[in-house]
């Protein structure tokens, strides 16, 4: 499939920025099923700094907000062709050991509910038989719903409560199947929906590593293993490494952010 | 705190008769009035004051810049006695670096299970920040104290190695400076091989690591919390002595894609970082984002290879406690050598068997936290009372992994000046290493560290120890 | 350089002549208790206006007895300006910036800082006083002296005087502030002999006393005194002699770094200030008016300076 993404996002400020960073994790890879063409990042109100791949091998860039602005805008535009391979990502690769997604994080760190959750699917044939008991248990217990939670809501938290978003449903898959013993981690991206162009945030799935196929992955909130509508960005062990945009500002003042993305055919 | 096993000596084989590398030192010695020497005691202690050589101790607030005691007895050490403690130093160093690298890339040494992967895996001075990163030159750990107990003549063992931020350093240079004023004259009938030249090779040594970007000569910037510090006065005399930029975070910002220090003419880049600030509060952008201490950003422009960073993060899991146990194996495994220099035998408490023999045998050991440093949250088996052996087995039974176990050690001694004249305590060393991508350079010497209290092991100058001059002797 | 050491620097000389400069007011106000009892209490009134430190004094005591006002001005550990405070700021300054002081003149303020703290470290009295005076006045010299004598010619240097100048101008012109309607024209007519005890206080405050009489073969007037201590160049502590030095300094930094700062221009206006004009014209347009002219663009300078060398970023 061959889809088309435009992402923007805007950051307005009430008074003027003096200094201000932000780590972008926007530069899809081609591999895994996806060859990314033509990508471009334009920013303006502040300025890249430069481009590193961190240590799980995600494009990132480190941009510095210009001296005295009340706008950045970082618009990412570009065509990824994929294919579908049925949520299957395969071998590891890149120095990150696998053991490091057997770690808990700050949000996936396990509690009663969590260890509850990952009881109640663990008498399954197999990893992957018990990986989609999983997506499925989490899909009705934990109902899509915005504005209940943002990106620090710990996944005990959100589950305990019995709402979220893609982000939430991520780490409560992921903190759970760490407890089963499997190594999980988060994936940050594109999705095409059906009959909507216009989204007002990124999408977020999970990855979970079995020993007969590799990663494989889960969209909790979708109920499915991504196909080839699903573009892979980022990774990492929960959000925190995975997050589209990571910020650090100084000095008061409110800040608004807004995101127009569009994925489109 | 007392240890009443025989131990060796440094300076006495028996009563009057000095052992071989003192004889000089003893000749001279015998030839001065105590009531002299007390009084040149006292004066460097005055001159130390005055040219504020102070550290603060952490937990108490009021008493802010203390001095460590200095004794002005030296420590000797023959030529012979070093030039093998030195094989064994730059052993041991290159196979840290060694393994760092490889920790943070393939991790072979797990792969074939010579580590244990759980000790990486759970350990907190593993950075994930760090994997795949190989900094300039391949070196990780530019500067290294490495501590050094003695037990008899030939026989040393590391008691634990410093892979972070060793400090002391200018003790260890100021040190040697007083003993030249007060006491020239011992100087010149005894070949003491110098120390000084330390400050220019720490320069040397971190302009040769500095980023390929860098054409010119390189900047070099000291990186200090500030002046609340318990080092910081270590951190201005060190910048002071490289004649580099003695920076705190607020001085440096990012600025086309290096990491920049604010001067009355504007950002200028800094090439060579040698920080000492914790990994933990480096950059509030990836570790701790309550940090004031750290530079936003710096780690970002470090992985894109445009700044060096002295010590590389996450060196800690090199010293950690946990895996002291098996640097053995660890030099083994990346020398294809034995290592030269023992070990203390350990305990991890991690291990039921170990646990077991631990706690049947508290009395006699001595437990130390697996993370922890400055001689706190430590149990000394023999010196403490029954209750205390009680609340620290309920420590250990409860958290059996944070901590690890050891044998006191009979450690030498050498004297220090008392009232009454010469008495014996006991002492450990910390030689300076310093690693560069050509080099590794080890400072004849180091700090000697001293338990003023008799008969005490307690060396750490928060808990009342003293310093040294470490005196290592021509051929 | 850094600009955070250009600041450290700049504030740890204003600091050390502020404390020099609390210690000769107390001095000032020492000698007049003595020597005419009866205004001993108008005085050292007068003495902690011109320290800046009326409402934080008048928050803790009801009257200006000497020993509440000795002891407030030296050695209490609340107000900022205090001496003892002032020293250790002056003290945290020095060793923020140790990496660009010689190891004299790090080790003079070291030791100056730890004498006058051991001997504030009880309460001042009456027999106590002379000798603290005495040991701030020649410790901070030592300081003074060390700078001389040992510091390289550079930006360095110049960051270190600019801060003693700025700080010196400000005091200069806040004793002149406090005191001026005695050296107004109106205020001979009265024809006392309180006039010459008050012109005398001023002199004094400023350590010049002697040179003034020297100079003026012991013949005073107000007008001269007012002469003296705004006009006159080769007066070490007149405001045109501080301005003359802060322009000399900023001029070495602007040869030094190759470029010049607003805060140079600012230092130009203020000294044609002081050129342009001789005493009767100042006394014309106002004595008051000049003096608040006057502290306000050194205040403007000061800040301007901090601004242009990136002090605090």
């Not at chain 1, 977020?204 to 909790?220: Q, R, Y």
């Not at chain 2, 270590?234 to 975070?249: P, W």
């Not at chain 3, 206006?49 to 209490?76: C, E, H, I, M």
Request: glycine content about 8%.
């Amino acid at each position: 499939m061959r889809l088309r993404i435009s992402h923007k996002t805007t950051y307005n400020y009430d008074t003027p920025v003096h200094y201000a960073l932000q780590q972008l994790r926007l530069r899809p890879r081609t591999g895994h099923g996806q060859t990314v063409h033509d990508w471009t990042t334009e920013i303006s109100g502040a300025t890249r700094q430069l481009s590193f791949e961190d240590q799980y091998t995600n494009q990132t860039d480190l941009l510095l907000a210009d001296d005295g602005t009340t706008h950045i805008e970082v618009h990412c535009e570009g065509i990824v062709e994929t294919t579908d391979t049925a949520g299957v990502i395969g071998r590891h690769k890149g120095f990150a050991p696998l053991w490091l997604f057997e770690n808990e994080t700050a949000r996936t760190k396990p509690g009663p509910e969590l260890r509850r959750l990952a009881r109640d699917v663990a008498n399954a044939d197999d990893t992957l038989a018990q990986m989609h008991a999983l997506s499925a248990t989490i899909y009705e217990q934990v109902t899509y719903d915005i504005g209940k939670t943002d990106s620090t809501t710990p996944a005990e938290t959100a589950l305990a409560a019995g709402h979220g978003v893609c982000q939430d449903h991520a780490h409560i898959m992921i903190a759970a199947a760490r407890l089963l013993g499997h190594p999980a981690r988060y994936i940050s991206g594109y999705l095409l929906m059906e009959g909507l162009v216009e989204q007002d945030a990124s999408h977020a799935w999970c990855e979970v590593w079995t020993d007969s196929l590799g990663w494989v992955g889960f969209d909790v909130s979708n109920r499915i293993c991504p196909d080839d509508r699903y573009v892979r960005v980022a990774t990492g062990r929960d959000y925190g490494d995975a997050a589209p945009i990571l910020g650090i500002r100084q000095g008061m003042g409110q800040e608004d952010l807004h995101v127009a993305l569009q994925v489109q055919q | 705190m007392t240890e009443s096993k025989p131990h060796l000596d440094e300076m006495f084989v028996s009563e009057g008769a000095p052992r071989a590398p003192y004889e000089l030192y003893h000749d001279w010695f015998s030839g001065e009035d105590i009531k002299h020497l007390r009084r040149k005691s006292a004066e460097a202690e005055a001159f130390f004051r005055r040219i504020g050589i102070t550290f603060n101790v952490y937990g108490q607030e009021d008493a802010d810049e203390r001095l460590i005691p200095f004794d002005i007895v030296p420590r000797v050490i023959s030529a012979r006695e070093w030039a093998r403690l030195e094989r064994g130093i730059e052993q041991r160093v290159r196979a840290i670096n060694a393994f760092l690298h490889d920790i943070y890339h393939r991790q072979e040494i797990l792969r074939a299970g010579r580590v244990p992967k759980e000790l990486i895996a759970g350990n907190e001075a593993f950075l994930p920040e760090m994997i795949g990163v190989s900094p300039p030159g391949g070196v990780y750990t530019h500067i290294v104290g490495v501590d050094l107990v003695r037990t008899g003549p030939d026989e040393f063992f590391v008691l634990e190695d410093n892979a972070r931020t060793p400090s002391g350093v200018s003790y260890m240079l100021e040190n040697r400076e007083t003993m030249l004023q007060m006491f020239p004259e011992l100087f010149t009938n005894m070949k003491v091989r110098p120390v000084s030249d330390y400050p220019r090779a720490l320069r040397r040594s971190l302009a040769a690591s500095a980023p390929p970007c860098v054409t010119g000569k390189p900047e070099v910037a000291v990186l200090t919390p500030g002046i609340h510090n318990s080092a910081y006065f270590e951190h201005a005399f060190l910048a002071d002595q490289m004649g580099a930029e003695l920076v705190e975070s607020t001085d440096l910002r990012i600025t086309d894609g290096r990491v920049s220090m604010r001067t009355t003419q504007g950002y200028k880049p800094v090439d060579v970082l040698y920080r000492r600030v914790d990994d933990a509060y480096l950059d509030p952008l990836t570790f701790n984002p309550e940090s004031l201490l750290g530079v936003p950003g710096i780690m970002d422009v470090y992985r894109a290879g445009n700044i060096t960073i002295a010590n590389a993060p996450g060196t800690g899991i090199a010293d950690d406690k946990a895996l002291y146990s098996y640097m053995p194996d660890i030099v083994e495994f990346y020398t294809g050598e034995r290592a030269i220099l023992q070990n203390v035998p350990t305990w991890r408490c991690s291990e039921p068997d170990a646990l077991k023999y631990v706690l049947d045998n508290l009395a006699d050991l001595v437990v130390k936290e697996v993370h922890g440093s400055g001689g706190y949250g430590m149990l000394v088996g023999p010196a403490a009372s029954k209750r205390e052996l009680a609340t620290f087995e309920k420590k250990l039974r409860a958290r059996p992994a944070n901590y690890i176990a050891q044998p006191t050690l009979a450690l030498s001694t050498v004297p220090i000046l008392t009232q009454k004249g010469l008495a014996p305590r006991h002492v450990d060393l910390r030689p300076f290493v310093l690693v560069s991508p050509n080099e590794i350079n080890i400072t004849p010497g180091g700090l000697t560290r001293v338990a003023l209290k008799k008969g005490s092991l307690v060396v750490n100058s928060s808990q009342g120890g003293g310093t040294k001059d470490t005196w290592v002797l021509g051929e | 350089m850094l600009g955070r050491t250009a600041g450290g620097l700049f504030w740890m000389f204003r600091y050390l002549e502020r404390a020099e400069n609390t210690a000769r007011l107390i001095e000032t106000g020492w000698r007049i208790a003595l020597t005419r009892s009866e205004r001993a209490e108008t005085e050292w009134e007068s003495v902690v206006t011109t320290a800046g430190l009326r409402d934080a004094f008048l928050a803790k005591y009801d009257s200006f007895d000497p020993q509440s006002v000795v002891n407030f001005l030296l050695r209490d550990r609340d107000t900022p300006s205090s001496v003892l405070c002032t020293l250790s700021a002056a003290r945290s300054n020095a060793r923020m910036v140790r990496t660009a002081l010689s190891s004299e003149v790090w080790e003079a303020t070291n030791e100056c800082w730890m004498a006058i703290k051991d001997a504030l470290s009880r309460p001042v009295t009456t027999r106590t006083l002379p000798e603290i005076l005495a040991a701030i006045r020649y410790r901070t010299a030592v300081v003074r002296g060390a700078l001389h004598g040992t510091m390289l010619r550079n930006d360095i240097f110049a960051f270190a005087r600019l801060g003693t100048f700025i700080e010196r101008a400000d005091n200069t012109a806040r004793i002149l502030d406090v005191k001026y309607y005695v050296l107004l024209p109106s205020a001979a007519f009265v024809g006392s002999s309180m006039d010459n005890t008050q012109w005398e206080t001023i002199l004094r405050s400023v350590s010049a006393d002697r040179a003034f009489r020297w100079l003026h073969a012991g013949e005073s007037s107000p007008l001269a005194i007012a002469d003296f201590l705004i006009l006159d160049q080769r007066m070490p502590r007149s405001l045109a002699f501080c301005c003359a030095e802060i322009g000399d300094n900023l001029a070495m930094l602007e040869r030094e770094y190759g470029e010049r700062s607003p805060c140079m221009d600012l230092a130009q206006t203020l000294c044609q200030g002081f050129m342009s004009r001789n005493i009767d014209e100042i006394f014309e347009d106002g004595l008051h008016e000049f003096l608040s002219d006057t502290l306000s663009a050194a205040a403007c300078l000061a800040g301007q300076i901090e601004q242009d060398f990136r002090f605090n970023g």
